[in-house]
């Protein structure tokens, strides 16, 4: 399978400057460089890990950009965009980033938050009536031993901040009991074309998984929150997005949908057999016209290191404040850990030593594996069913991208590929 080992000198120049336009050294980085640089040896270990997984036809393609202190330390491009047409992986290649579409839409969210314009402690039926009916679906079993869902109110209404930390109940319909998830499959809510207001109806009809800010789960919080969005600044989702934040930052290639041959020519592919993916962007992109907060983006690597190296500067990029310093903390603290009243489901994406913000997981402690994971206490992160992840580490000045397209993979190449990072970091 014809791959690179690396971009060009050329084009890695062109990407380089393409990256450092608006993302100089930050504050932090100026006033005190302390943080260890990474070894050059050791980063040719993630040279050697992703040449291999191209060469032996585990993944199609990859890109992988370190950036520390404001400047790329490492920025390769692997494989393919698509074993199809065999383009080759460059910085512009586009990306479907699924539930990496979420930091970005929760940003966004807390500028509203921050200019007094939304409240965590809103009610979601402030926003979209419907929800003012929504009931908890408690399963239980008859005296006959018969399994069902039993309707009772919430004791308090679903709110803005449940939302955005993935307590509000609502969940994906692969998730949860199992008289939840029929009830999400019978809803058929994909059925056809719909945009934000629908599907946020559509949501609003179905049982919560759980009281209201009582369990972290993963569902379509984030996609009722984009539709409240759109209510309070009186604009599409993307266009609130790229009027107050995409295009200040400079995130010209990052969108909903593409249009024209040239656009879909540089998207990248999952590989023919990786159908659960190929089947999840079959039916995102049989539904252009729905603008999903928690998953719909497409973007590319030097797209997202601007959104990133902004995380890392604390909310700030180019002289710009995108949220205040007290909004960014607020984003950015674990908001489920002790005390909080909220449990962790079994399917609990952040992981090992990680709390949740809002949008991000964050490191709390090193967490219960011998050894522990690799990373920095207070480091940010996330990551999508489509294999793409990035990290955000305030201790090094550093954050990291990995784009790819693989379901199947993901799983397997996330936890090698971090470690791999921070072991470039080691003395």
């Known amino acids: 399978m014809p791959h690179l080992a690396a971009i060009s000198t050329s084009l890695r120049a062109v990407a380089v400057a393409t990256l450092m336009a608006g993302c100089g050294p930050s504050a932090r980085a100026q006033a005190a460089p302390v943080a260890p640089a990474p070894s050059a040896a050791k980063l040719e270990r993630l040279t050697e890990f992703f040449d291999n997984e191209v060469a032996t036809g585990k993944l199609a393609g990859v890109i992988v950009l370190i950036q520390q202190h404001g400047r790329p330390v490492y920025l390769k491009c692997f494989g393919v965009r698509d074993v199809a047409t065999k383009l080759p992986m460059t910085p512009d290649t586009l990306f479907a980033l699924h539930s990496m579409t979420k930091p970005i839409t929760n940003f966004a969210a807390m500028m509203l938050i921050d200019e007094g314009k939304l409240a965590l402690t ?56 199992d008289l939840i998830k029929k009830a999400y499959t019978d809803a058929d809510i994909f059925q056809g074309h719909f945009d934000n207001e629908q599907f946020a109806e559509r949501i609003a009809r179905l049982p919560l998984s759980r009281q209201p800010g009582t369990l972290w789960r993963y569902g379509h919080s984030t996609d009722v929150l984009g539709r409240i969005m759109e209510i309070v600044s009186g604009k599409s989702l993307f266009e609130f997005l790229k009027q107050r934040l995409l295009s200040p930052l400079g995130m010209t290639s990052t969108r909903f949908m ?15 057999h990786d159908t659960i993916l190929r089947t999840a962007e079959n039916d995102r992109r049989a539904h252009p016209e729905w603008e999903s907060a928690g998953g719909g983006l497409v973007s590319s690597i030097t797209d997202y290191a601007r959104f990133a190296q902004m995380l890392l500067n604390g909310g700030k990029l180019g002289g710009r404040q995108y949220l205040s310093p007290a909004a960014f903390k607020q984003m950015t603290t674990d908001h489920i850990g002790p005390g ?88």
């Open 122 to 177: 809103d009610p979601v039926s402030k926003y979209i009536p419907s929800f003012a009916r929504v009931q908890v679906g408690d399963e239980t079993k008859t005296e006959g031993g018969a399994e069902v869902l039993k309707l009772e109110p919430p004791k308090r209404p679903v709110n803005i901040e449940d939302l955005l930390r993935q307590t509000s109940g609502i969940t994906y319909d692969y998730i949860g009991g």
């Open 258 to 272: 593409l249009y024209g041959k040239a656009e879909w020519a540089r998207m990248a592919e999952p590989l023919p």
């Open 340 to 427: 909080s009243g909220v449990e962790r489901d079994y399917f609990y994406f952040p992981g090992d030593g990680f709390g949740y913000g809002y949008g991000l997981a964050v490191r709390t402690d090193p967490g219960n594996a011998k050894p522990p994971p690799a990373g920095s206490i207070g480091e940010l992160k996330w990551d999508s069913g489509s294999g793409t992840y990035f990290g955000v580490d305030p201790k090094l000045d550093m954050f990291y991208i990995l784009m790819e397209q693989t379901q199947t993979e993901r799983g397997r190449i996330l936890p090698i590929f971090k470690k791999l990072v921070y072991d470039a970091f080691e003395n």
